[in-house]
Structures are given as structure tokens and as C-alpha cells.
């Protein structure tokens, strides 16, 4: 299984001086101050992208991991090489973590084709670094494993347990209804992130780990180990050895990476209850495969699959308990009968073959359940399409009340997510009945920021009011939970039809039937779009090479020079 093995060593790759044998005598001259014997140089050598940084806390931990990478590697013959990469720390950037995805992904994937390294290790973790490395790794198809830096402990507040986020939305909810005051919130903001990892409920961040360990990029158990723990550092360990493996194999993304491992990878997210932003990551991440990935996909697979996992916020667990109950390789156990088993993995074996000895769920536990006992329904994940979003938009049926599935009202429209400001307005004409409208909060216009979970008007909240109906061409946190309909395609700013609705026009939400319409009638809607001005786009920089090529969010919102595939023209 692979392709033939290449090591090259500290020569792959050479600088171009016009005279190979110089280049080789300089790199080796100057790499002969750091103390490497000429026998270490010449592989294999594996490189280990170091995306630590001061404005990313979730990888605290990764200095101590990457000395456990190291171990391994050296362990198993090869030659460490460490490298720094972008890193995205999630609450730090602005305007938006995902505006810098596909920055990172080309990045990372520059930086492996131009540095000598014959695999690399790719450490990551906050939401978008794990979707970012994973694009990299693909189009750069060298041998590649993936390491997420682990979910953090939770923690306490007046003995109830805490974990970021979902309970940090949970708890601002509180506040802005006026059940915590000043002092008390503070209270809980020091307990929601007790230690250094990523949120430690079924956010986005767990979420990709548990699909970067599906696809098979990353080694079995590699998803759920705490970021402090020992667990997780053997996993470190393991990571590095099977770099060095994947080198002599010549086992790269290429080799393994089938629709059926895509397909895979669907099922799982479905039955974790996973964040709706894996669906606008996977799409990317797809489409750099040369897979073709539709939403239809997502819906379908998903409709097969009963939600498993009893993690917040489609639950009421954390990590800590999933990692405990058997991690991933358990839950593969439980969705045997639904998986594709000869999907391969980078150590070299078939899905099957890499859960043939594990146990299923233990009766002691109650987080992974079985197929015969699940947590909740099929369709944790649902695809919506109709006159407001022609080429799609998604839910996460699994973190709402349910009441809300069917609905109809009016619309209250802001413009972009620097106007929610406006439902706070106590003179605001708003009922639990309307439905919020955020335009222009999708790729083109503002990079898809986390704006969609829209906040609850803030007389509504003070009066108990917890979930409405919330529409937007943004994405939410998979942290958060709500009746909140997200990536709607075409987005606003392209002239979609959610550009268009007005305040007062009727929005009717049928999730069992998959409909979202606008109901307009088409001669207003025409008198509309002639009138319809885009937003102007950013004057320069990344911003402004982003919004002239990024992708529409149906397709995985990467750059259609990256991506992989041919490039679809919307919707009308």
C-alpha cells in the first residue's frame, strides 16, 4: 500500500544557484552550525510545523508536544526538523479566524514543498488550523500525519461543571437576560477555560480532530486525549513514529484518501453531533482530493445516522468524558455496520483492520451510545434549499428545541453583523414569532465570520425568550446551539437572494422537508435585484485577493485557484 519510498533528505528540494552540488555543499555547511552529523542529513528527515504562538492560548501545549513528536521520531530513525507555521488563535483575529484559512492552508503547503523534509507532522487544533493543514497536506501530497493539540479540563463555578464555549454562550444568555450581574459573570469567565487545549465540548475544534482521525490523517486515537494529559503526549509519540514510516512507505494523502473515506467522515460528524462548520471544511478539504463533495452528500449520509455522542451542545457531556468512554475508535466500533472498512489510513491499514480489536461502549459508560440505544434521532445535520438559499444552507437540527423546525414569520434584517446593535433597541417591534435576518456575512462580504448565532433581542432575552429563528450567509461556532440556519448560497453579497429580503417579508422554515423560502412574489423580487448594489470589496492586501476568489460556501469557500475542481457558476 503507497507509493514507492523517496527520501532525499536534507538534498530534496535543493536552492537554485545554478550549480546543484554547491547548493547541496552550502545547505550542508550551514545546517553544520546546529550540530547535525552528515549521517542524520540524509533522512529521513521529517519536518514538525510549530504553530504555537502568544495569541493562540488553545496551543499552549504545543512545545511540550512537539518534544514528544521528537521522541518518536528520533525514536524510529528519522531526523526532526522544526519549522514555524501561521497559527490561528480563534478569539484573537480579526475580522475573522476564517478569513485566514486558505492564507494558512497555502502557507503550509508552501512551506512543505519549498523546506527539505521528507513527511511532515502538522500540530494544530483551534477551529480553523486542523481544516487549514489538512488542504495543505493534500495539495502538497507529501507523506503527512496530523496531530490535534487536545481538548482542555473543564472546569467549575458553584459546583456546577463548565467548559468553553457552549457554556460560555449558555452563561452570556444569563447575563443578558439579568439572572448573573457583573461580578457573577466575571465569576464564570475565570472557570470556562481552566487549562491550555481547545473547547472541550463537541465544538469545531473537536469535531475536526475527530475527522482528521476518520479521514485516517491522523493516527487511531489521536482525536479525543486531553491536551494536558499523558495520553496525549503518547499520542505525540506515536505521531512521530509513524511520520518516519509513512517517509520509507512513500504513504502519502494521495494513496488513501478515497470518496469512501469522505464519505466516512460524514457518518462520524453526524453521529457526534458535530459543528456545522466541518460541512464548509470538508467541502474544501474534498475538493483539494479531487472528490467531488456536494451538500446533498452531507444530507444524505447524515439522514442514515442517529446522533451517538452525548456532547455539548448536542449533549451533555465534554471531551474528557468521550475520551474516557473509548474515544473515536469506539465509536467507529459502534458504526461498523455503516462504514466503508477498506477506506485506508496513514499507518498503513484499512479501517476495518484498525478497529478489528476494539471493544464496543462499556455498559459503565452512557457518552457513546450504541446504534440500537442512540441519543437522539437521525439527521443531527440538515441541508436546506428553496427560494431564499437556491444553492443551499445548513441546521443542526441536534442543538435545537425542535420547536422551531417549522416555522413562519416576519423578517427584522440587519445588515452585516456590525448591525445586530439594533435588536438590543428597546422601541424595537419584536416578537418570538419574527425571524432575524443578517445579510452579509459570507466570504465575499466579510470573510464568514462566527456571526450567525445572532443575538436574541435583548427585551425578548429579559423576558425568558432563548431561541428564534436566525438566518444569515455567515457561519456559527460549533460551540453554539439554536434555530440558526447558516451558509446560505448564493450569499447576499453575490447577489443572492437573501440580499433581498426586506423587513416585514414572510420566511417559512420547513426543516423536515428541507425548505427554506422567501415568500415574495418574483415580479417584486426582479424590481429588487435591479436596484441590488454589492457591498464594496476590501482596497487591498489579503482581504481583497480573498473576496475576489474565494468560492461560495456550497463549495467549500476556498480559493478557486487552490481548490482543486472546477469552479460552478451560482445559482440564479
Known sequence: MGDEPNIQGIDRGLTSYGDPGFSSYLRRASIASSGYRAEELDGPLIGIADTSSDYNACHKQVPEIIEAVKRGVLAAGGTPMVFPSMSLGEPYLNPTAMLFRNLMAMETEELIRAQPMDAVVLIGGC??????QLMAAISAD?????????????????????????????????????????EEICDVRDQLVPTPGTCMVMGTASTMACITEVLGMGVVGSASPQSVTGDRGRVAVETGRRAVQAAHDGRRPSSFLTRASFENAIRVLAAIGGSTNAIVHLLAVARRAGVDLQLTDFSRLAAEVPLLVDCKPAGVGYMEDFHRAGGLPTLLKVLEPLLDLDA????????????????????WQTTIRTLEDPLGPKGTLAVLRGSLAPDGAVI?????????????????????????GKLDDPSLDVTVDHVLVMKNGGPIAAGMPEAGYIPIPRKLAQQGVTDMVRISDARMSGTAYGTVILHVSPESASG???GLVRDGDIVELDVPNGRLDLLVDEEELARRRAEFVPPP???????????????????GADLDFLSGMPRTEPSA
Open 496 to 498: 443572492g437572494p437573501l
Open 142 to 182: 507529501r507523506p503527512a500525519v496530523l496531530l490535534p493539540v487536545g481538548s482542555m479540563i473543564t472546569g467549575s463555578w458553584r459546583g456546577e461543571r463548565l467548559g468553553a464555549c457552549t457554556d460560555c454562550r449558555r452563561m452570556w444568555g444569563k447575563h443578558r437576560s439579568g439572572e448573573l450581574d457583573e
Open 344 to 363: 485506508g489510513r496513514i499507518e498503513g491499514v484499512t479501517v476495518g483492520e484498525s478497529i478489528a480489536d476494539v471493544a464496543p461502549p462499556q455498559d
Open 127 to 132: 477551529d480553523k488550523t486542523l481544516p487549514a
Open 537 to 555: 470589496l476590501p482596497e487591498r492586501g489579503w482581504a481583497r485577493l480573498y473576496a475576489e476568489h474565494v468560492e461560495p460556501a456550497h463549495l
Open 396 to 420: 443542526k437540527p441536534a442543538a435545537t428545541s425542535g420547536e422551531l423546525l417549522t416555522h413562519r414569520g416576519p423578517a427584522i434584517v440587519v445588515d452585516g453583523p456590525h448591525d445586530t
